[in-house]
């Protein structure tokens, strides 16, 4: 939909022919002058609805501050009186990529085991930590895929957790 469909509820006209029906034919310089009018009206509204929507946005608008590093962003901030403390600051660390920019998740530990029933089978699964995640990110594997490409997890397990999985 055009702007002007959508602000006026009506097709806009060519320049030529933006006078309603009926109305007399305008020739030469009268029709030049005619068309710049409309064109003037035209800007105008469609001036006072950008106004109007931005008055709508800035009444919901919020202050807010971030702060990266030693910057210091402002937008709305929902923590008003909060205090930099060099703590909250995460430091990114080095990952060895690859020339297509991607890299090799390697597998930290093995934090749980499971038994997940499907259909007609039922399934082994070990909850594996990754590096450069947090335990929170946690992935759920099937325990024979990983004892095949890792089995160094599986060797360094306790007794009674190694009986567990295997």
């Given at each position: 939909m055009a702007p002007y469909e959508a602000l006026y509820g009506r097709r806009c006209k060519t320049p030529i022919c933006w006078?309603?029906?009926?109305?007399?034919?305008f020739v030469g310089p009268e029709l030049v002058q005619v068309t710049v009018d409309k064109i003037k009206l035209v800007k105008q509204r469609l001036k006072a609805a950008q106004d109007r929507m931005k008055s709508y946005s800035d009444a919901h608008?919020?202050?807010m501050e971030f702060e990266v590093g030693e910057k210091v962003f402002l937008r709305a901030s929902p923590w008003k009186g909060y205090r930099s403390n060099?703590?909250?600051i995460v430091q990114p660390s080095a990952v060895q990529l690859r020339d297509n920019l991607t890299y090799e998740e390697?597998?930290?530990?093995?934090?749980d085991s499971k038994e997940k029933v499907l259909k007609n089978k039922t399934m082994r699964l070990?909850?594996?930590?990754?590096r450069n995640h947090s335990t929170?990110?946690?992935?759920?594997?099937?325990s024979e895929a990983m004892?095949?490409?890792?089995?160094?997890?599986?060797n360094i397990l306790g007794k009674n957790f190694k009986d567990k999985i295997l």
């Open positions: 006078d309603e029906e009926g109305e007399r034919k608008r919020k202050e060099p703590s909250h390697q597998p930290v530990e093995i934090l070990v909850k594996v930590l990754w929170e990110e946690a992935t759920w594997e099937p004892r095949e490409k890792y089995l160094h997890l599986f």
